[in-house]
């Protein structure tokens, strides 16, 4: 026979317990047959995958593409996890802009030439050129010469406003550069080829660009062509997806269809058939065509090459 006190009242907390198997069953209860499995959600596979040994970031992928579909993430957010994971993957010459384009200020210019090529550009950070004009001594930022000139009384000496450099070679990881930045709080970086001489720059902005898309400020031009094609040190081209076909016909002197598609990005992918991956390479009106840069949705980025001669 129970004592009294053994026997526990029943409480509103009891039911919730025992459904969670922190409760002791009660003397009459029998374990019940083994229920059937439930379909497991999203959530549970992707909790399952990550905290298991065996992890491949294609099913990642795959099951977030899945939520997408299933309308648990949206578009820009599944876009978004995609260009994180990729930086991974990506190095520091991929994005950089190259030495060519690159906007820069003479160590021994004058105050009055300083002031025109910060105005001209709109940008904010500018790489400084030694006497050589090989070396970069630092970076002058714009708002350190707005304060200087704020302050007539005082000479402004360029040499004594240029912040230090952060030097990295092309191999750099995007992931382990964003890291960088944001540990020495810096926002630009030069990009160093094998030979130690400078290849280009990067920018925090160009990193975040491959996570969420393009950041245009007021700066920016809608159609600036220096942003779609720009010409590289060997002569190739290289050409943004979302160049407007009429840009590229202008540029490229060919008569692409304008009606059909709106940007190059389009009429490459129609030619394939399919959105192809990255090194995949095929010819259009003389022009060839190498993808490299491309997510599972559509093509980033071409390298093209104009083989018509003449």
């Known amino acids: 026979m129970l004592r009294p006190s053994a026997i526990r009242p ?3 907390y009891t039911g919730g317990l025992a459904r969670t198997g922190l409760y002791p069953l009660q003397m009459n209860d029998e374990p019940p047959s083994t229920p059937a499995a439930a379909p497991r959600s999203w959530l549970d596979r992707l909790g399952q995958m990550l905290s298991g040994e065996a992890r491949n970031r294609d099913e990642l992928l795959d099951e977030l593409r899945s939520a997408k579909d299933n309308g648990l993430l949206s578009a820009d957010t599944l876009a978004m996890i995609e260009g994180a994971i990729d930086v991974s993957d990506q190095q520091a010459g991929d994005v950089m802009v190259a030495r060519s384009q690159m906007v820069t200020i003479p160590v021994d210019a004058s105050l ?3 002031v025109a090529i910060v105005l001209e550009s709109g940008h904010s950070r500018f790489p400084v050129l030694g006497a050589e004009r090989e070396q970069v001594v630092g970076i002058l930022l714009a708002k350190d010469l707005l304060r200087c000139l704020a302050e007539p009384e005082r000479p402004c000496d360029i040499l004594s406003l240029i912040r230090p450099v952060i030097l990295v070679p092309e191999s750099k990881r995007l992931n382990q550069l964003l890291k960088e930045f944001r540990t020495r709080r810096q926002h630009m970086a030069m990009v160093i080829d094998e030979y130690g001489g400078v290849a280009g720059l990067i920018t925090i902005e160009d990193v975040l660009e491959e996570i969420v898309g393009d950041i245009d400020d007021e700066h920016d031009d809608e159609f600036n062509p220096d942003q779609h094609i720009r010409v590289l040190a060997d002569g190739r081209f290289a050409v943004s997806a ?9 540029r490229f002197s060919c008569s692409l269809d304008e009606d059909e598609y ?5 009429r490459v992918t129609e030619a394939f058939g399919y959105v192809p991956e990255i090194n995949e390479e095929i010819d259009i009106e003389g022009l060839h065509f190498v993808v490299t840069k491309a997510d599972a949705r559509r093509v980033l980025q071409f390298i093209v090459v104009d083989a018509r001669g003449g």
């Open 112 to 114: 009055a030439e300083i």
């Open 10 to 12: 029943p409480s509103r």
């Open 262 to 266: 709106d940007t190059i990005g389009g």
């Open 242 to 250: 979302l160049t407007p076909i009429e840009l590229f016909n202008q």
